[in-house]
């Protein structure tokens, strides 16, 4: 479950934890070593650190767990991480450097490219690098072509993004497919469900606390029994399943704002600047005025008119939503299109939630300049009319003031291209699996666990994102809850074919461990950005400051020129280079405000268009600032107020910067907040449904066995009292041997109706002896006489299998399918063209398994005399009653065909492989890497006649990727099905996805479809949307020798209903129906048509037989040339 820390390292711990996480890293065991970092967190100066070794070790197992994820969002969020992890110590910076570059190739961002620019120099500067080390030679050679690299894509706007196909990050993508494959197993769970009491589905919903206690010991021991009481004693003393976890302090939250505000606190996912430099967007009353309203420009001079002599009727207008209808309002288009613009971008500003107060402060300014003009004070405005508070104001100005306005908002930069949108993606995917939709009570005794109730109304469609625990009475929690349905089994086996992998107790802090901790980083990447950008905006400020007093030495100078003679006065530019020697003399303990005036007084003496902060030395700056002394007054106020405009502009804009910054830095502490969350129902609920599956089998077992002694019971005793009335007088005169033969014969007897009840289940026709040596009607007979005599409706209670007499529906059915395989399987050309080329075979020397009547059928289709009438269901007929002794008649439609495959086999001869061999014939080679332990264990080649997917299977995944071709689907769903590596042979059970090669392409490629037969219209058509009619077999299957091997689907088995079969087959240039005893046809149309087809009548593809059509560079003889036996083969 949940080891704490360890403490055992003593008065050397520091150390040991460091040679212990750097050895976990060098053996690859990349979780074990960020589990020791989290232990090694220090808490130095109020804040939480890592010593700065760590910082690198991290940095590279980020790095490095990086280039290993095929997940491109999980990719980007790992370096993105690694990078503040460099940048704790200047010393390996050159690191950072390199991370940022390929995040600015990953993203194609200049953003990334321009900080790998920065760090890159910066390293450069400060490292000095030995000519004898080639390892710091080739550092110093990277930082150089990343300085070389990242400036001419910023120069040359080039950014270069990689691209990875979208079904790399399928993996992380959950599809619900059929879980149990046991479906004779499942079925009887759910006949038997059917068949429990209203009560008896109740009571099973209660799961016992004693007993989930007693099979948790019995199957993981101690250690699991400890993990399931920690997770019971959380949820009896919280109230709750959910909790989010703070894995570096290991406390528990159960609210997300309080872990939150732990880690803004704590660990350092906040910064808090002086609050006269904090940024801050506009508040939400504010912003509801934005959208509201027309945005009319207004009759400026009409309304400073009505404000100077109607005051009081003013003060009386009716505003909604800050807007009013009664100002006065003017017909002007310019002024009305350019007011849609600002309200569009400020719109747009408050969606990004970038729309800052002092940009908002900034453009209420205008309308007080802009009335002041007509003589309206400015306090009328803010206090009286309290027009300032309402962007209405704005309505008032003209032209020139919003293009004004308007060339400010066109500067904002709306979209920060910090690629923190993958993060969330990334986490998403993840917390997802997190997400539970049973809701889980307990009584008040805590003796029972109590599932959901919505498990016995039918499937439950929204997750309870609370897990709140509430406590009720068991005996009434059920009561007015009415079983429907037995959707509870569906739940039951859902991941049932994953139990063996399932593993108890699992480690909480292990959990999203890498990701989490990545994204911590992120924040303090995040943080270390703001930290600068608000290092700036103090910078510009107080270079502000410093025009401030250099405006305020010229106006107090031009006061003072008032009062003395012309020959006594200075001009401005003299009095501030004398004020920059003043200040070098009285300011020694601000240097920073020094230089800044200095550099501020040489940009305005300059006439410089922009603030410059590149300070040398003070001789250099005086130098320059004495050089332009004798400039005039003009110039001088001219340049103080073009700069004061500039560095206005300058922190407003880097208002809106500061505030898209903190939104990456929210969305990403809301990723962590989320990755940090888990629920204990998630981590119980895989065992409650395995703890169930066992419990309910155990009770259908035990019905069962009743039910079967029943039956035996009855059975012994009509056949005791058969017996008794036979035996007559004989049995009166032969007392005792008569009491030893029935005792023999009641053994023997059980023992047949034992094994007589297994076959039944089984779908199997037991033959006697006897029965072997009489005729198939005879045996027919028998088969109805014994059913009559055996207690049919006893078995039928027990089993609940068909009677009799519906195996006519079982031989029609399989009539229908035995038709449509055939007509699918002759439609194929290269079929068709081997018949008739080998057509020679059919009368040599053919092994008796193969049914003469199939020999007669291929003779008349090789001979064209297949289209003669009633000659078609003449040879049918033959062959159904050739095939009935051999094969069961309740065969599926994938049965049929491998029997027909089967025999195939038998066309053959000492020269050349079988026909089946050459056309049909898939060789499968699994490959399996494991992700754990590395091994890469050789597994045989397998042979089969095609491949099986699940229908579910194929619409979900089309439904989940949308535009994804049809053989793409397939490589997904079965790479879904995972290999476990064998414990057995060395590995270490971990669950790998399994990739698969072929050796040979054949020249027909089958695909079997499963489908559930409760699917609706909506379902089939969406099913058969996802097939395609031509599919690149080399998309299928990897390290193909060569590329596009196509093949296109030529015929298809399809059912219709129960017991009724279809062929869909291409013909002469189109699709047409084939149905069952018939030579006609009905035209479908195109393929469009056939997807129509089949979800509008109800038609369900079930085996799909595509041929190949196109073979690069003419390998057709290479790639079907290879000689294997092949026995006893099915689909795969």
């Known amino acids: 479950m949940e080891s704490s820390p360890t403490h055992f390292f003593g008065d050397n711990g520091d150390a ?57 969002d999980l990719k980007f969020s790992l370096m993105l991480g690694s990078v503040e992890c460099y940048l704790e110590d200047y010393m390996v910076q050159a690191f950072a450097a390199i991370s940022l570059f390929h995040l600015g190739e990953h993203l194609g961002s200049a953003l990334y490219y321009k900080k790998a620019l920065r760090v890159a120099k910066k390293s450069l500067s400060l490292m000095s690098f030995d000519p004898s080390k080639s390892d710091q030679l080739i550092t110093k050679r990277t930082l150089e072509g990343i300085v070389e690299k990242a400036g001419f894509r910023i120069l040359h706007g080039l950014t270069v993004k990689s691209s990875e196909p979208k079904l790399r990050g399928s993996k992380e993508i959950r599809i619900k497919i059929r879980s149990d494959l046991h479906t004779i197993a499942a079925n009887e769970l759910r006949r038997y469900w059917a068949g429990m009491s209203a009560e008896s589905k109740r009571n099973f919903m209660k799961v016992s606390t004693v007993d989930l206690r007693s099979y948790v010991k019995r199957e993981y021991g101690r250690e699991g029994l400890d993990a399931l009481e920690q997770v019971l004693d959380s949820a009896w003393i919280n109230r709750k399943w959910k909790f989010w976890m703070c894995r570096t302090c290991s406390q528990k939250f159960f609210y997300p704002k309080k872990f939150k505000n732990h880690l803004e606190q704590v660990h350092g996912a906040k910064y808090k600047p002086p609050r006269e430099d904090l940024a801050q967007s506009v508040d939400k009353v504010w912003a509801g005025r934005i959208s509201v309203a027309d945005w009319e420009p207004v009759d400026a001079l009409a309304a400073a008119e009505m404000i100077k002599n109607r005051l009081e009727f003013v003060k009386e207008f009716v505003y909604v939503s800050g807007w009013s209808k009664d100002w006065p309002l003017a017909a002007d288009e310019e002024r009305r299109n350019l007011l849609k613009e600002i309200q569009s971008l400020l719109v747009s500003f408050l969606e990004r939630k970038i ?13 007080v300049k802009h009335l002041a003009q007509f003589e309206v004070p400015e306090h009328t405005l803010t206090t009286e009319c309290r027009l300032v508070e309402t962007p209405q104001s704005i309505c008032f100005l003209e032209c020139h003031e919003l293009n004004q306005i308007l060339d400010l908002l066109k500067r904002i930069k709306c979209v920060r291209d910090d690629g923190t949108e993958l993060v969330s993606k990334a986490t998403d995917s993840l917390w997802r699996h997190t997400q539970v939709k049973e809701k889980i009570d307990i009584d008040h005794e805590f003796s029972f666990i109590l599932l959901d109730k919505r498990l016995l109304r039918g499937k439950i469609a929204s997750f309870d994102d609370e897990g709140s625990i509430d406590v009720c009475d068991h005996n009434v929690h059920y009561a007015k809850t009415h079983p429907q349905g037995d959707d509870i089994i569906t739940w039951l086996l859902e991941d049932y074919s994953l139990r063996e992998s399932f593993g108890f107790p699992r480690s909480i802090r292990a959990h999203n461990l890498d990701i989490r901790m990545a994204v911590l980083r992120a924040i303090h990447f995040t943080r270390r950005t703001l930290v600068a950008r608000y290092a700036k905006k103090w910078q510009i400020l107080c270079y502000d400051v410093c025009l401030n007093k250099a405006k305020n030495l010229c106006i107090q100078e031009g006061e003072r020129r008032m009062n003395v003679p012309e020959d006594q006065r200075n001009i401005y530019a003299s009095l501030l280079c004398d004020s920059c020697e003043e200040q070098l003399t009285i300011d020694v303990e601000d240097p920073l405000f020094t230089e800044l005036f200095l550099c501020a007084v040489r940009d305005v003496l300059d006439g410089a268009s922009h603030p410059t902060f590149d300070f040398t030395t003070a001789e250099d700056c005086l130098k320059l600032i004495h050089g332009h002394k004798n400039i005039s007054d003009d110039i001088v106020l001219k340049s103080i107020d073009h700069l004061k405009s500039v560095v206005t502009n300058k922190v407003l804009l880097a208002d809106s910067k500061i505030l898209l910054i903190e939104n990456s830095r929210i969305n990403l502490l809301n990723d962590l907040v989320r990755l940090s969350v888990f629920d204990y129902r998630s981590y119980i609920l895989p065992l409650l449904k395995r703890f169930l599956r066992e419990e309910l089998d155990v009770i259908v077992d035990m019905d069962a066995k009743a039910k079967l002694a029943a039956v035996q019971e009855e059975l012994l005793s009509k056949e005791k009292k058969e017996k008794e009335k036979k035996s007559g007088s004989r049995k009166k005169k032969h007392k005792s041997n008569k009491r030893t033969s029935t005792s023999m014969l009641s053994h023997l007897d059980q023992d047949d109706i034992y094994e007589s009840s297994i076959n039944i289940e089984l779908g199997v026709t037991l033959k006697t002896k006897e029965e072997d040596s009489m005729e198939p009607e005879e045996r027919g007979r028998l ?11 006893a078995i039928k209670d027990f089993k609940n299998m068909p009677r009799k007499d519906l195996l006519s529906e079982d031989a029609t059915r399989y009539r229908s399918s035995l038709d449509m395989t055939l007509k699918a399987l002759l439609n194929i050309k290269v079929l068709q063209e081997d018949l008739v080329h080998n057509r020679q075979s059919f009368h040599g020397n053919l092994e008796e398994q193969v049914p003469y009547a199939l020999q007669n059928l291929f003779s008349a289709f090789v001979s064209e005399q297949i289209a003669e009438e009633g000659l078609y269901s003449y040879l049918l007929s033959n062959l159904l009653a050739s095939l009935e002794g051999v094969h069961s008649m309740s065969s599926d439609a994938a049965e049929v065909v491998v029997a027909i495959l089967e025999f195939f086999h038998c066309w053959k001869s000492p020269e050349r492989e079988s026909l089946v061999t050459r056309l049909f014939m898939l060789e499968e080679y699994e490959r399996m890497s494991c992700k754990k332990c590395k091994r890469k264990p050789n597994y045989p080649e397998q042979s089969s006649y095609g491949i099986v997917m699940a229908a579910n299977s194929i619409r979900n995944l089309k439904c989940a990727f949308g535009n994804i071709k049809f053989e793409d689907i397939l490589k997904v769903g079965r790479m879904k099905d995972g290999m476990m590596c064998d414990v057995k042979t060395g590995g270490c059970g971990e669950i790998n996805f399994v990739h698969r090669t072929i050796s040979r392409c054949p020249p027909i490629f089958t695909i079997v479809l499963e489908w559930e037969k409760n699917e609706t219209e909506k379902e089939i058509s969406e099913t058969t949307k996802a097939l395609d009619w031509e599919i690149d077999i080399s998309r299928l299957y990897e390290v193909l020798e060569e590329p596009n091997i196509k093949y296109r689907l030529v015929s298809m088995i399809c059912c219709v209903e129960e017991g009724e079969y279809i062929c869909v087959a291409y013909k002469k240039n189109r699709w047409v129906s084939l149905r069952h005893e018939t030579l006609a046809e009905e035209v479908v149309g195109n393929w469009k048509n056939v997807v129509r087809f089949c979800g509008e009548r109800n038609v369900r593809p079930e085996i799909l037989f595509y041929e190949a059509f196109q073979w690069p560079n003419n390998k057709w003889q290479k790639l079907i040339s290879r000689e294997n036996q092949y026995e006893n083969l099915s689909f795969m």
């Not at 070794?53 to 994820?69: N, T």
């Not at 006489?785 to 207690?791: A, F, I, V």
């Open 16 to 72: 040991e934890k460091h040679k212990l996480a750097w050895r976990y890293y060098e053996q690859g065991d990349h979780m074990k070593a960020l589990e020791v970092i989290e232990d090694s967190v220090l808490k130095i100066g109020g804040k939480l650190k890592l010593p700065s070794d760590l910082y690198f070790l991290q940095g590279d197992i980020f790095m490095a767990l990086a280039k290993k994820s095929e997940n491109s």
């Open 355 to 367: 729309l800052s107060c002092s940009i908002r402060d900034w453009m209420m300014q205008f309308p």
């Open 783 to 793: 088969k109805t006489s014994s059913n009559t005599n055996n207690q049919e409706e």
